[in-house]
């Protein structure tokens, strides 16, 4: 039995590292209001509990709510979508774009590979938070454009990053 409603508890695990950069933040002004070596302490953790609330809510602007159909893995390199009707497997090194289609219902990333057909991912399967992190990975991605098209869902498809070509020969060297 639980005393928490099942909306509060999804808005809370929603919300997970906003509330936990605020509640270290609320120990680290109590920790400089001490003497002594907790106050130091209490800059440091006022310190680690904004980056954290910096990452939390562009993570938390990030998610969609999951229950989509289909469930998505990250695993070593590698994002893996398995849907009703599709599926497939990207290796994020050899990934040379990725692509907000809102056309599509729901919205999908497209993560295209040379030489491989381009895997579709709802923005709201299951586990599809995961992607968050894996797409901060791509070198030099603009992690608010994407969160600002994710928010605003324009006309169409919209590129959100692209890889340096000479990137893209160099690894098919490798």
Do not use: C, N
Not at 122 to 140: C, I, K, M, R, Y
């Amino acid at each position: 039995m639980s005393f928490i409603r099942p909306e509060a508890r999804a808005l809370i695990w929603r919300l997970r590292e906003v509330l936990t950069a605020l509640t270290l933040g609320a120990l680290g002004v109590w920790m400089i209001l001490g003497r002594g070596l907790t106050v130091w302490l209490g800059y440091a953790a006022i310190a680690v509990a904004i980056a954290l609330l910096v990452v939390g809510v562009q993570r938390t602007r990030f998610r969609r709510g999951g229950g989509g159909m289909g469930v998505v893995a990250v695993d070593e390199g590698q994002v893996v979508y398995f849907g009703p009707l599709t599926g497939g497997v990207v290796a994020l090194r050899e990934v040379s774009s990725l692509t907000l289609d809102p056309t599509a219902h729901p919205a999908h990333w497209i993560l295209s590979q040379p030489g491989q057909p381009d895997l579709a991912v709802p923005v709201d399967a299951e586990g599809a938070e995961a992607l968050f992190d894996a797409f901060t990975s791509l070198p030099g991605i603009r992690t608010q454009h994407m969160l600002s098209m994710l928010k605003t869902m324009p006309e169409g498809p919209v590129v959100i990053w692209r890889r340096d070509p000479g990137v893209i020969s160099a690894l098919a060297r490798d």
